[in-house]
């Protein structure tokens, strides 16, 4: 029965889409190691036999599929909730057969399902590094036995956690997927009920809202309300990144036209003073976002920091709270969290330009850091992106592509990613008196996920 579930499932998501998938390797994830030395605890490590195969495995290519394997190893379970027990699911099966009802409706949720099934291993890391943080952290001695996951060395409430991170991010690109009617005839209103755009809408909101209330209810279940009011505020946040800065009909994100007064931060890999949106004094507080638009940096920060650094930043935050930590390391798992995430998304932004030509119809974000660093040095390509009011798809990518090739825009998202790499590996190994977390020179290097480290260590990757 299972069996021939699987079967039909796998033959829904195959018709989902008639090109073959891509799979875009990032930059290598390194291993870095963890121990913890305040006697009050518990030090965790991998198994020998895992220590042997990452000691004997060449690191020299860089393999993204390889790191995450190799990670899960070490935490001992595959994070990703989109796991058999999920694709097995009920609910899972009847999306993938409303999904199939979409097939050539040009529909923006198939090209999200596509990502999500093809990239799952992109998706799935965010679960991954807060289940790295948790077994690098380990846990207070205090924390009753039945509550430990010993197999894997995380508590079973982290490995909740780490569920709810993925079901929180994959909501949200769900819920994106959904298409404003508004630019239809009539608004919309003179197509029938079972038409394949409302369908498809219908099928964006409750699967979305589906992910997010078995999200809300894993929360619950910890019976935290300090961690509640984090991931709540995470949510929040997620919110709140749809109404930054200007977009097109779709709710596709504009670039501001960059101020003459803004201060350029990217030029040195230390300057991260400006780059507080008063998180840094209360996380659950909503950020402000004072003279921010316009400045190209800022504006970049804040719209990727609402859009999921918080969340990695919390869940990082969280899965500390969970093992006992005080409220100092916790601050500094959301650091590590929110920096990683915005030395992620600087190289997920530059891979578009790594090409000498864009490929015929690709289009990239238009508020990439290298495209927001290329207007803020020559306003003029600013008239392009007017075009783009109604529809991003008025633009002229390949103008703006080679313009971005042109300026210094690409060289200065390196120097950003370079700066949030090394911010988030600073925070990584911060020491307090009693607990060393992430020290990178123990034996037991099993960081895995890291992959920003080599590129902060090499800016000419490009």
Known sequence: MAMSKAIRLCGHLRQWSSVPSRKVKLH?????SATVVSPDVRQLSTSST????????????????????EAEKIVGYPTSFLSLRWLLSDEIANVALHLRKLVGSNHPLLKTAKTLIYNDKNQQAWGLIVLLVSKASGHVATIPDMEQDKSAGVLHSQ????????????????????????SFDNAGNDLSGDSDMIFGNKIALLGGDYLLANACQQVATLRNQDLNMLISSAFRDLAESNFIGERDEQNN?????PSAHAKELATDVNSLDDLGFGDLEDNTEPMKIDGVVGSPEKEWSLRHVLGGGSLLGKSCQGALMLGGH?????????LFGKHLSLAWQACIDMQPFLLPKLPMGAQFSLVSAPVLFQLEHDSALYDEIEKGRKSVDNIDYTKVHEAVLEGPGLEKTKILQRKHSLAAMKHARWRCSCIAVFSPDHENAWLAIDS?????????SA
Do not use: F
């Not at 290519?61 to 790191?67: L, T």
């Not at 994100?253 to 036209?257: G, M, Q, R, Y």
């Open 28 to 32: 290598p994830a390194t291993l870095y």
């Open 326 to 334: 005080p409220e100092s390391l916790q601050k500094q798992g959301y």
């Open 159 to 182: 490995r909740a956690l780490a569920e709810v991170t993925e079901m929180i991010r994959t909501s949200h690109l769900v819920h994106q997927g959904m298409l404003n009617l508004q």
């Open 253 to 257: 994100p504009l670039p501001t036209k």
């Open 50 to 69: 895992v220590q042997e195969k990452l000691a004997t495995k060449s690191v020299q290519k860089h393999d993204w599929n390889r790191a995450v394997s």
């Open 452 to 460: 920003c480290q080599p590129i902060a260590n090499n800016n000419n």
